[in-house]
């Protein structure tokens, strides 16, 4: 199992190494390497066990040090890059050559972020180097937003992971770029469309596909518990699946289900708070994905806010389903 601590000053000396570190943000905890070092980057991959089509996000301290590693901020995207860095958004930018190509599987963009938690700004502020972090979970499955969850998965092939406690925002990062002239959104994530747009205006909506090479990482099947998910109208669902006698668990909003025992049933948010709901979301789905039951059923959310991204996560959990 990893180490796990505060430490910035050890966490710097293995990512000098060349060593992975699991790091804190405030969306999900990531899998950091010195983006720099090729070596490096292609322990994420293997680590993750991610085709090496899907990129990684670059993650670094400030806008000055963005210079460092892109040609330019389109003039579209820099009024987000100002109003909303640090924080949950990640930007598309014509990539210089210092970054490696693994970073962005060969693409002419690097996805890069400004994260807002105060232990990884602190680590960023002493490295030398930009850190690239894919989120810290195997390839495929639910993200993680608390130290243990990564130590559960990847703790017996990195060394070291920074404590920064639960993250608060709970879902990954927005990503924005821009498609055709127009500011594209790729990924619903922890910053709304509606404060996105509150700043350049109506945006277009990138829809997620497995072999569009521009979104390489829109994968649908994303997100996913070990048990089947399954998402639509609760009543109906908890009615079907107990007919059938089968043992299921349920996730929703902010009801409660008396005929089911309380350990099979998590509520969001019993306040209707979004907000609250994105943070406890993928803990739910994996404390869920734990419990001795054949199917996970679940409701979505309002489409609004962060209800958007919320019920994107949800969806993409149930494919294949
Ligand atoms: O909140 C987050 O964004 C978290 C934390 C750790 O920062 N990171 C994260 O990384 O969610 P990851 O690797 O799980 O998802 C990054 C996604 C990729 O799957 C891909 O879709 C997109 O970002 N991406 C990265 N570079 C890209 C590029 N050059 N062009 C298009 N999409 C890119
Ligand atoms: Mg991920």
């Excluded at 003039?75 to 970054?99: D, F, M, N, R, S």
């Excluded at 920064?164 to 990062?173: D, T």
């Amino acid at each position: 199992m990893a180490d796990i601590g505060k430490d910035i000053y050890k966490a710097k000396s293995f990512l000098e190494q060349g060593d992975l570190v699991g790091i804190p943000t405030e969306t999900v905890y990531g899998l950091a390497g010195n983006a720099l070092n090729p070596d490096a980057v292609a322990r994420i991959f293997a680590v993750k066990n991610r085709p090496s089509f899907d990129p990684l996000i670059l993650h670094t301290y400030d806008l000055e040090r963005v210079e460092n590693f892109t040609l330019d901020i389109p003039e579209q995207l820099l009024p987000l890059a100002e109003k909303y860095w640090p924080g949950p958004l990640t930007l598309l930018l014509p990539k210089k050559e210092i970054v490696p190509d693994l970073v962005t599987s060969g693409l002419d963009k690097v996805a890069v972020r400004i994260p807002n938690h105060p232990l990884t700004r602190e680590l960023l502020a002493i490295l030398d180097f930009p850190l690239a972090a894919p989120s810290a979970n195997p390839f495929g499955y639910i993200s993680p937003t608390n130290a243990n969850h990564v130590n559960d998965q990847l703790g017996d092939k990195i060394p070291y992971i920074l404590d920064g406690g639960i993250c608060n925002v709970g879902l990954e990062s927005t990503i924005v770029g821009i498609e055709d002239g127009k500011v594209t959104v790729y990924r619903l994530g922890g910053l709304e469309l509606d404060k996105i747009e509150a700043v350049v205006g109506n945006v277009q909506l990138m829809a997620h596909s497995s072999s569009n090479p521009k979104s390489p990482g829109m994968l649908k099947s994303h997100y996913s518990p070990k048990k089947p998910f399954i998402v639509g109208d609760l009543s109906e669902l908890v009615k079907f699946y107990t007919s059938k006698g089968v043992d299921f668990a349920v996730l929703s909003f902010d009801k409660e289900i008396e005929e089911i025992p309380k350990f099979r049933q998590i509520q969001l948010s019993r306040n209707k708070d979004l907000s609250e709901a994105a943070k406890n979301l993928f803990a739910s789905m994996r404390a869920l994905d734990s419990l001795d039951v054949s199917v996970i059923l679940s409701e979505l959310l309002p489409e609004e806010g962060l209800g958007r991204a919320i019920n994107d996560r949800l969806r993409r959990a149930s494919v294949g389903e």
